[in-house]
């Protein structure tokens, strides 16, 4: 199986803004989020992602097909390394989960940016921390560390790479 990860470019900005809404809409399952008055539920970062230093936008193809994204930014919420990164958003289409692509696309993610990683996941997302401990348990060997645990919302992971 043949799984791509290319740096978006700024001419494929309505492409991410049509995958945010997918993901989006998907996250209502853990969050209380709503459509606007003209059907969408927007990202106030997709310009970010070309206009700031530090972020990513990533496209995820599997067999030459789009099957999702993945943002990487600096901000962490809770490391204060400023030269860490961190997955902004991550998301495989549901056709393509299950078959180790978001692994395979977290892992080069990783191997392309080396230094101080945070992945954040909310709390009520289960299947969102069951994947995250999975991938970043073997991309490290065990060698992360657990972090929120005293955050109502968040919990996530830091390792070094």
């Not at 539920?41 to 067999?63: A, K, Q, S, T």
């Not at 400023?82 to 180790?100: C, D, P, Q, T």
């Not at 969102?128 to 991309?139: C, G, L, M, N, T």
Request: proline share 2%.
């Amino acid at each position: 199986m043949n799984i791509e990860l290319q740096l978006m470019k700024v001419e494929e900005k309505a492409l991410l803004v049509r995958l945010m809404e997918l993901y989006n809409y998907e996250f209502t399952a853990y969050d209380d989020a709503d459509i606007n008055d003209f059907g969408y539920f927007g990202y106030d970062h997709i310009d970010d992602y070309w206009n700031e230093e530090g972020r990513y936008p990533y496209l995820i193809r599997v067999e030459g097909k789009i099957a999702g994204f993945a943002l990487v930014c600096p901000y962490c919420r809770f490391i204060g390394d400023e030269k860490a990164r961190s997955i902004g958003e991550f998301f495989v289409m549901l056709k393509y989960r299950h078959r180790g692509i978001g692994e395979s696309a977290a892992r080069e993610i990783f191997n392309r940016h080396k230094g101080t990683w945070e992945v954040c996941y909310l709390r009520r997302n289960t299947p969102a921390k069951a994947f995250w401990e999975k991938v970043i348990d073997r991309y490290t060997d065990g060698q992360y560390e657990v972090c929120g645990e005293h955050d109502g919302e968040m919990g996530g992971f830091t390792f070094r790479n």
